[in-house]
């Protein structure tokens, strides 16, 4: 990009093109040939407007396009159909919540202040008002808070790419 400093003649030549009637593109041209510059057409307008020069570009009027005068033709009125009538929804069935239980462990109920390090942490209890809740307290996975019982319990089966990733993982151990 040039530099915003014109050379005095390169601001003396714009101005006598403008003079001339020539377009900002012509102008440009003009002074890239003649001074071995690279001026674009909107370097060149951008001078002529910090020069206070108007130019050839700037239209007086805006054009108008006149508008075609046609008659209006009448519009057709469509046919209205009946909607169909919408059969009402069946109202909602309330179901009691299923309980989720873990067969293959009893748990300990531990409260939380009773809890240690590497107890799980699977909370029993405090589904109604004033209900404490307890903690399975059995010994946990490694990396997990939860027992064995607990972290499958509490894990679903994941996403597609989840279920693809495991097998994934083993065929590029195997090609290693």
């Known amino acids: 990009m040039q530099a915003t400093n014109w050379a005095p003649e390169h601001c003396d ?12 593109s012509e102008i440009a041209g003009a002074l890239n040939a003649k001074f071995g510059t690279d001026y674009s057409r909107n370097a060149a307008i951008g001078r002529g407007r910090r020069m206070g020069l108007a130019g050839p570009d700037q239209p007086k009027e805006p054009h108008r396009v006149p508008q075609k005068t046609s008659t209006p033709q ?10 169909k009538p919408v059969p009402p929804k069946p109202a909602p069935v309330c179901v009691e919540p299923v309980k989720l239980r873990c067969v293959g462990i009893k748990p300990r109920l531990l409260s939380l202040v009773d809890l240690e390090r590497g107890d799980c942490r699977y909370p029993y209890g405090g589904d109604r008002e004033g209900e404490a ?35 994934v993982m083993l065929r590029l151990v195997e090609a290693a």
């Open 74 to 83: 009448p519009r057709r009125s469509r046919e209205r159909r009946a909607a």
């Open 13 to 24: 030549a714009l101005r006598e093109y403008l003079a001339k009637g020539m377009s900002y």
């Open 133 to 167: 809740i307890a903690f399975c307290g059995h010994p946990t996975r490694e990396g997990s808070s939860y027992c064995t019982a607990h972290f499958h319990l509490t894990r679903g089966p994941g996403d597609a790419s989840e279920r693809s990733a495991g097998p």
